[in-house]
Every structure is written in C-alpha cells, then in structure tokens.
C-alpha cells in the first residue's frame, strides 16, 4: 500500500519504519525543508527521534503533491496546532474515499471540536479514523512492545487500518467509539501535567496515584458526556494511555510538568522540551468542555489555573486536598440509610 505520512515528527518517523517495515511503500512530508534535508541525507529524526534509523525504502519530501500522489492511506501526525491548515491543504488532493488516519492528540481550542472533526470538516470525502494508546515513538521506533486501538465509523475500515499497521511487537485492537478514544488521547495530556507539576515539587508515588485515578474520573466523566463508552476510559486510550504518560521518561507533558513544578513558565517550560506540548494547548478546551456539560473537573481546572493564571504552583496540591468532602464512588447506598 502506497502511504503519505504528514508530519515528521518523533510518531510520524516511529510510524513510517513500522509500516515501511510491513512492506509498505511510505512517504514522509514536512513543512519544514531542514527537516526533509535531515532525513534525506541520515534516515534519521536526530532531533526529535535520535537512534531511530528508517528504512532505506522510505522517502522524504516538503511538496504535498508529491507525498499523496497516488496515495492509498494518509497518516495525519502534525502537531494538533496544525491539524487543520494540513488537512486544507492536503484536501485538493486526497481521492475520494481515502482513508485518512489520525494519530495526533488534542482538542482544536477554538473549536471545541476533536481532530477527527477537524479533518473530515478540511476533507469531507475522506474516510477518518483513529489510532491511539500508550504508544511512545521513542519505544515503538525500537520495536518494544505496544497496544493501541484504532477508532473508525466502519468495521472495515478499522480493520484495514488494524491490518496495515499490526506487526509481531505492535498490536492494534479495533473500536467504533472514536469519541471516547479521542477524548482519552487528548484529555491525559492534561493530567499528565498535572503529575509532571507534582514530580517537580518534589511529590511522592502516592500523589502521583491519586493524579492518575482521580484524573481517569475527570477524564470518563466528560468523556461518557460527551458521547464516549464507559469502557473505553478503562482501556488502552483512557487509563492506559494516561499511565505511561504519567509516568514515563518519555513523555513531554509530564516533562513540561515538572518544569512548571520547578518554577518554569509553561512557555519556558515547552521551549526547553523544544517539542509541542499537548496538554498546554488541550487545558483550556478541556475545562470549556467541562464547564459546557456541566462536569466538575478539579485536576483539570487547577492546571488551568497554574498556565494561565499564575496560582503558585506550591499551594496547588494542598487546594486539591482540602477542597469539599464528597464520597468516591456515587450511586451505591449505605445500608442504614
């Protein structure tokens, strides 16, 4: 199968040797000429993917009509920034029908709307899936095992994408909910913030617990709103996908976090991890969301609060602690009542 992956960053080259590896013909396109010139010349992301050499079959190219020229799958992997001025462009020449998949994560802040609603909005004769999981580039581009699960409208078309991109060290389950798969990718970026925040204080294992289990209530909680499974937020795009970001060496929210923690500006912060940030550009859609299907959010509004607001990062986890007394879990009555 003949492949355009947009986006040249870490995932998009992780990806490119996976399915280049699988046989197929893949071609990766960046904006950015210097980022082309590096691959051309090493087969290598030295900045954003140092190690990961790609496969001598694949190509490198900044033209778009060259990339999708008689393309058969497009992988969408630009930042979530950029997720609709690519899908515009690339637009004109997608052929009808044409499965378009995207591995990005986040919530188009002025929009509200997921990314798959973004590109099928630039590409509406597009076939939109998605693919997500605990699934770090670092990781996959030196096939360690991994699980994710691609969301689509279609079994067949999930099932397509379940078999272009499954190896023997990355396993792919398929879902109909690409709400809940979407909203868990782009909703654990904010959390794992929030425990990166907690590392640079200096917080221990047990904190780092309670963010990531309170975080998959906040998370499921506006993610069953809005639309998504409740099972889905206890599989690999909800709680596993919010673990390994949590906690990994990896992950540039939790590193951004920790910077933040440390005193660090959230601008500071993501030009020392010198790659886009997620969870910085999802916080505020996450707690208009919120707010919009009335969902209490604590975690998430407190991240907020740290970014845009200036509350020192210090008091952060005491106001979490002390706030309200509530019971855990709703719905379950006590025997002497």
Not at 251 to 280: C, F, P, W
Request: with cysteine.
């Amino acid at each position: 199968m003949r492949i355009a992956i947009l986006g040249a960053g870490s995932w998009g080259v992780a990806l490119a040797k996976l399915l280049s590896c699988n046989q197929h013909d893949v071609t990766i396109w960046s904006i950015d000429p210097e980022e082309v010139a590096m691959l051309t010349e090493y087969c290598e992301q030295k900045l954003k993917l140092p190690g990961v050499i790609l496969p001598g079959t694949v190509h490198y190219t900044g033209e778009m009509e060259t990339a999708l020229k008689d393309v058969e799958m497009v992988v969408v992997a630009v930042p979530s920034p950029f997720v609709r001025s690519t899908a515009k462009a690339a637009a004109p020449l997608i052929p009808e029908g044409t499965v378009v998949v995207s591995v990005s994560k986040g919530i188009e802040e002025e929009t509200l709307l997921r990314l798959s609603q973004v590109i099928s909005e630039e590409i509406p004769s597009a076939d939109v899936a998605v693919l997500s999981g605990p699934s770090h580039a670092e990781e996959v581009g030196k096939c360690m095992g991994t699980t994710v699960v691609v969301g689509a409208k279609s079994h067949a078309t999930a099932r397509l994408v379940q078999d272009t991109f499954m190896t023997e060290f990355f396993r792919v389950y398929t879902s109909p909910d690409m709400i809940g798969i979407e909203l868990g990718g782009a909703l654990k970026n904010v959390i794992a913030l929030a425990a990166g925040i907690a590392d640079g204080l200096g917080c221990g294992d047990n904190t780092k617990a309670a963010l990531i289990t309170r975080g998959i209530v906040e998370i499921s909680s506006l993610g069953v709103s809005m639309g998504g499974h409740p099972e889905t937020f206890s599989g690999l795009s909800g709680i596993g996908d919010l673990i390994v970001t949590c906690a990994s060496k990896h992950s540039r929210n939790r590193r951004a976090g920790v910077l933040i923690g440390q005193g660090m500006s959230y601008h500071d912060a993501m030009n020392t991890v010198k790659m886009v940030v997620e969870g910085v550009y999802s916080a505020k859609a996450a707690l208009t969301l919120a707010k919009k299907h009335g969902i209490t959010m604590p975690i998430v509004e407190m991240v907020n609060r740290i970014l845009f607001e200036d509350f020192p990062v210090g008091e952060a986890l005491t106001a979490l602690l002390t706030r309200s007394k509530k019971s855990e879990i709703s719905g379950i009555e006590w025997e002497d009542e």
